[in-house]
């Protein structure tokens, strides 16, 4: 069965920093590509960060592009988002994403709040 669960959401400050992780079971996580996506309300669902199944190469949203970091290990089966100078407008449900070829997984998100 396949799963991707994603932890560290919460509230901060502005200025703050979280560290969100998703750890994969059930496929070969070193095969798949992994991003975090993020949907604020009322928003479509944007790519955040992505990272080749190797870790690389990654890619960035313009708006996080110098305060987030991607990394993945592939001997834990985790992928993770470290988020600095959070702002306001970061506030969101954090998704992961796994994909190789037509197969594609999602997790079921994790809440980031960013507010003083």
């Known amino acids: 069965q396949v799963q991707l669960v994603e932890s560290g959401g919460g509230l901060v400050q502005p200025g703050g920093s979280l560290r969100l992780s998703c750890t994969a079971s059930?496929?070969?996580?070193?095969?798949?590509?992994m991003s975090w996506y993020r949907q604020a309300p009322g928003n479509e669902r944007e790519l955040v960060a992505h990272?080749?199944?190797?870790?690389?190469?990654?890619n960035y949203a313009n708006s996080v592009k110098g305060r987030f970091t991607i990394a993945r290990d592939n001997a834990k089966n985790t992928v993770y988002l470290q988020m600095n100078s959070l702002k306001p407008e970061d506030t969101a449900v954090y998704y992961c994403?796994?994909?190789?070829?037509?197969?594609?997984?999602w997790g079921q998100g994790t809440q980031v709040t960013v507010s003083s």
């Open positions: 994403r796994a994909r190789n070829g037509n197969q594609d997984y």
């Open positions: 059930g496929f070969t996580f070193r095969w798949y590509a």
């Open positions: 990272i080749t199944n190797t870790g690389g190469s990654t």
